[in-house]
């Protein structure tokens, strides 16, 4: 089956460490999304990258880095400087921006700052 | 719109009924217009799109109208049902570019 995979679903974090989350796609869409959901609030832009070796910083960036070494793959690390990194996080991919189509989700990854 | 800090409205809705969910957008300029349907614990699902070359477009139980003039989309539910309940977002995009830009959302609630 063709779509979006986010592992893991739940994720608990000691303050001070990094840790990545993991986005796989295998609808071979050029770009792939990385939000960032409050409870009860609304989606944010963390990074989103168009094309292989491109990103570019969405609205919240600071304390979020990201690598898309591959199309299929788009890994969201959220480092020691995310002052508030609990979160619903949630992976997205769409395909040619030309052809004006909707994105994706994934399941999300649930994370947790203990 | 901006989502930070705000909570998201509530819509209550009788079982039955039809449900109208609001969206203001923010850019002129975009094209594409989608709602996307999240169920709690969920990633966001598509329910529907348009384009700017159309002011309505329908599908199952839902339809959408895109206002240009007032940059304003509405969602549609006829005959609401329980498994309605969610939180639905507009999202907007300008043809050509990847950034798609979610609006607030609204809670759904359908009282049985």
């Known amino acids: 089956d063709g779509g979006i995979t986010q592992s893991p679903k739940y994720l608990f974090r000691k303050e001070g460490q990094n840790v990545t989350l993991s986005c796989e796609q295998n609808?071979?869409?050029?770009?792939m999304y990385w939000y960032r959901q409050d409870p009860g609030q609304g989606l944010r832009l963390i990074y989103y990258?168009?094309?292989?070796?491109?990103?570019q910083k969405g609205d919240i960036a600071e304390g979020y880095s990201v690598s898309r070494e591959k199309k299929e793959s788009f890994p969201l690390t959220v480092t020691s400087a995310q002052k508030n990194p609990t979160a619903f996080y949630l992976c997205?991919?769409?395909?040619?921006?030309?052809?004006?189509?909707?994105?994706?989700f994934g399941q999300g990854t649930r994370l947790t700052v203990v | 719109g901006e989502s930070v800090g705000l909570h998201l409205p509530t819509l209550s809705v009788q079982e039955g009924d039809n449900s109208i969910i609001n969206c203001a957008y923010s850019?002129?300029?975009?094209?594409?217009f989608i709602w996307y349907k999240q169920e709690s614990g969920k990633g966001p699902q598509f329910i529907i799109d348009?384009?700017?070359?159309?002011d309505k477009r329908q599908g199952q139980r839902v339809t959408v109208l895109l206002n240009k003039t007032v940059k304003h989309l509405s969602l549609q539910i006829a005959a609401t049902q329980p498994g309605d309940s969610a939180v639905y977002f507009c999202?907007?995009?300008?043809?050509?570019?990847?950034?798609?830009?979610f609006g607030t959302g609204t809670k759904l609630q359908v009282i049985p």
């Open positions: 997205a991919s769409r395909g040619e921006a030309v052809l004006n189509t909707e994105a994706f």
């Open positions: 609808l071979n869409h050029d770009a």
């Open positions: 990258s168009q094309i292989v070796n491109d990103f």
């Open positions: 850019n002129s300029a975009s094209d594409y």
């Open positions: 348009i384009r700017s070359n159309m």
């Open positions: 999202a907007e995009n300008i043809r050509g570019y990847q950034k798609v830009t």
